[in-house]
């Protein structure tokens, strides 16, 4: 494209410009041909060896997989939880269980770092119904981590259900895969907001935005409880000095 940049031919027949091309065309296990799995009854396919998700047991029942050859997401930090977890299930009866896809956390490695854990917005929505999720937002201009470093680009979204209860989560920062590792162990043990809100954080950390934004949240929520509306409603306007009419309540006493 005139010498800079990168000129894209479609198959299609369409053109694209852009500055840069990035091939992300994935990758997966090879050699599992030469395994002759098959002569020892472990059932495979091009996508990879198929085991019990829970357990990593393959189809022969002395025989268990892990990591990449298994297809699916495909990170060094799943393949060495699956590999632990595969070797316990060999020497003891089978109960440890392999990482719900949810629970694994995924970063891409640019600047800023992208993160993610748990079920999207969408995700969510879909399984769950649009009125009972709930999306807490706090961007980095915010957070006094990023403001004295300077690198306020980005911000953390964390998807929640019913209950406040913490489904999942996006992070856009210089140290996202930190932040997403905390959110992961919030994913995997059901942990709520008020929860998150009510475990102290250092200051000025990154992390301690995610104690800022569930607490924003739990309070929002208890903005929204019905008792305390009452309450409200009945002794707000005492607490204030005023009776019910919106008159003082004291006497003049000049």
């Known amino acids: 494209a005139g010498g800079r940049g990168v000129l894209l031919k479609l198959s299609g027949g369409q053109t694209v410009v852009c500055d840069r091309l990035l091939v992300a065309a994935g990758r997966k296990a090879k050699g ?3 395994l002759q799995l098959d002569k020892a009854g472990v059932k495979w396919s091009a996508s990879g060896i198929e085991v019990n998700k829970s357990s990593l047991r393959t189809s022969a029942k002395h025989i268990y ?3 990449d050859c298994l297809g699916g997401l495909q990170f060094t930090h799943l393949a060495g939880y699956q590999a632990a977890v595969a070797a316990f299930n060999c020497v003891q009866a089978v109960g440890t269980k392999a990482p719900s896809p949810e629970a694994v956390p995924r970063c891409t490695f640019t600047h800023p770092e992208v993160a993610s854990v748990g079920m999207s ?3 969510a929505q879909a399984k769950l119904g649009f ?3 709930t999306v807490s937002v706090r961007h980095l201009n915010h957070v006094d981590r990023a403001v004295c470093e300077g690198d306020t680009d980005g911000f953390i979204k964390i998807i929640s259900g019913s209950g406040g209860r913490i489904l999942g989560a996006t992070v856009v920062a210089n140290v996202a895969g930190e932040i997403a590792s905390e959110l992961g162990l919030a994913v995997s ?3 709520t907001m ?3 809100a009510s475990c102290m954080h250092a200051y000025p950390t990154m992390c301690f935005a995610l104690q800022q934004i569930a607490a924003d949240h739990t ?3 208890l903005e929204n409880n019905f008792a305390l509306k009452c309450l409200r409603r009945c002794f707000g306007p005492r607490l204030l000095g005023r ?3 919106g008159s003082s309540s004291s006497e003049d006493t000049s």
């Open 32 to 34: 599992l041909e030469a």
């Open 243 to 245: 009776d019910d009419k």
């Open 219 to 221: 309070y929002g929520a």
């Open 131 to 133: 009125d009972n999720v």
């Open 121 to 123: 917005l969408e995700e």
């Open 194 to 196: 008020s929860t998150v």
């Open 65 to 67: 997989a892990a990591g």
């Open 189 to 191: 043990a059901k942990l």
